[in-house]
């Protein structure tokens, strides 16, 4: 499994996500970030073309969608959430 780290804009955007977040929400999500995390390249990751000097990836499963890229030093970034 890779490190991890979050941006500050991605732990806003779970804090507030998470004021409404049933349980079962909350689960699925740390299983999507634990499977990103597993394995980076998993199938079913997109290409966001976001900043082509550093590509980004979209990965989506059912209401989620995260936006990662990884680091110099081989680290899973997640950058959004978008549900």
């Given at each position: ?7 500050r804009r991605f732990l ?64 899973v970034e997640f950058l959004?959430?978008?549900?």
């Amino acid at each position: 499994m890779a490190e991890f780290i979050f941006s500050r804009r991605f732990l806003r955007e779970v804090v507030d996500w998470g004021k409404s977040a049933s349980p079962r929400d909350r689960d699925a999500l740390e299983q999507i970030l634990a499977a990103i995390a597993a394995d980076p390249a998993l199938p079913g990751r997109v290409p966001s073309f976001y900043n082509p000097q550093e590509p980004s990836y979209l990965y989506r499963t059912g209401s989620f969608l995260v936006h990662y890229r990884l680091t110099a030093d081989g680290k899973v970034e997640f950058l959004n959430l978008f549900h």
